[in-house]
């Protein structure tokens, strides 16, 4: 994860130094997410400090003992994080990081939803051999069964890219 850190911040200050402008967007998924929070504060440490402007956050999870991703820097204009409900009973050994900000960052409440993990990032679960959409889903050890169906996550993931889709369009991730 250092790595891709390293990389991503490496990417920014040579298009920077090239003198190609525009506005920064990250965005990432689970420990990618916890890696353009730390994208970013990279960036804020810079001389002068470079702005973020959009950071859009599914599910981040900081599973690495060397990336700090609970608070998104104050470089960072604006957060979109979506996050599993903790009712999902979706991998419970993972607990979210980027829920906190510091002025002036604009992070309204993080939208949860009841899906797994996987559904968070457009990747729900599949049935099985024998499983039906009405089952709920069993995330192996260490998390176990969860209180999501099959045909509940998939329904859910497409909310979760419904919600995202206005605030990526506003801060041109996409068209």
Do not use: K
């Not at 506005?23 to 420990?31: A, C, E, F, K, N």
């Amino acid at each position: 994860m250092i790595e891709a850190v390293s990389a991503g911040h490496r990417f920014i200050m040579a298009r920077r130094a090239a003198g190609i402008g525009g506005p920064i967007l990250l965005t990432g998924y689970s420990r990618g997410a916890a890696g353009v929070v730390a994208i970013a504060a990279r960036l804020q440490r810079e001389s002068p400090a470079i702005n973020v402007g959009a950071m859009m956050l599914f599910d981040c999870v900081d599973r690495q003992g060397d990336i700090d991703a609970e608070v998104i820097p104050n470089n960072v204009a604006y957060v979109q994080h979506v996050i599993r409900s903790p009712l999902s009973g979706s991998r419970e050994s993972f607990s979210n990081d980027g829920l906190r900000y510091r002025h002036p960052t604009i992070f309204p409440t993080a939208y949860s939803f009841m899906c797994t993990h996987g559904g968070m990032g457009g990747c729900p679960w599949t049935l099985g051999p024998g499983q039906r959409p009405t089952d709920l889903i069993d995330e192996g050890f260490p998390d176990g069964m969860t209180r999501i169906t099959f045909a509940g996550d998939a329904a859910v993931s497409s909310q979760v890219w419904n919600q995202c889709q206005p605030f990526l369009r506003t801060h041109g991730f996409i068209q």
